[in-house]
């Protein structure tokens, strides 16, 4: 009996071990309790026993972390192009999933879009840089935000909504260019990062 307990704690420590390389956060108990075929009831023991020995970390909410990860990651999908210029559709197609670590960028909803264009330049994103962008639905004022305007066509622009005026003016960090006026725009995200190779 004691080998059968043995073994079922050591595949659901396996398990959360594997959860957590495959999609960069661990599984809930739900998730663990699906994944192993093992009922709720057993998996909640066999976590209070690898709670104890120190194997995993697990304070009763809902994620269940092992102690031998050593970084905890963030899987976060690259989904395509954003203009830098002219707004532009922003292809919702996923190119490919890169993982983050957390504990440089924190946890939330993210993705990634592709810039193009010099109309952020000095806001320092250029021409292909990958920006990192949290995913919400609103922003505050002087924000650098994807904005979809027209229901159809995506910027990355400074955000400034003036509503005494009734219009939103999206402002590009390039002393040549002009703000772009719109009566109203959607936030798809906010920009906090920008991911770029040193030259």
């Known amino acids: 009996m004691q080998d059968k307990n043995h073994d079922k704690s050591a595949e659901i420590e396996q398990f959360i ?18 994944g192993t075929g093992y009922p709720k009831t057993t998996v909640f023991r066999h976590i209070a026993q690898l709670r104890e020995k120190g ?6 909410h809902r994620r269940i972390a092992s102690t031998k990860e050593k970084k905890q990651m963030i899987r976060v999908p690259v989904l395509g192009a954003v203009a830098c210029g002219i707004p532009k559709f922003a ?6 999933y890169i993982k983050l670590p957390v504990s440089l960028f924190g946890e939330g909803d993210y ?40 229901n159809d066509e995506a910027t990355l622009k400074r955000y400034f909504p003036e509503p005494k005026r009734h219009r939103v003016r999206l402002h590009p960090e390039n002393s040549s260019m002009d703000d ?16 770029k190779d040193i030259s």
């Not at 194997?55 to 009763?60: E, T």
């Not at 810039?115 to 994103?125: E, H, P, Q």
């Open 17 to 34: 071990n594997n959860f957590s390389d495959t999609y960069g956060y661990s599984p809930t108990m739900d998730e663990i309790s699906a």
């Open 55 to 60: 194997v995993i970390n697990y304070s009763g």
């Open 91 to 96: 292809e919702e197609n996923i190119e490919e």
């Open 180 to 195: 772009i006026i719109v009566d109203s725009c959607i936030i798809q995200g906010v920009a906090v990062k920008v991911i």
């Open 111 to 150: 993705f990634i879009l592709r810039a193009y264009g010099d109309s952020m330049i000095d806001a320092g994103i250029f021409n292909d840089d990958l920006v990192l962008v949290k995913r919400c639905s609103d922003a505050e004022s002087g924000q650098i935000v994807v904005a979809l305007v027209d």
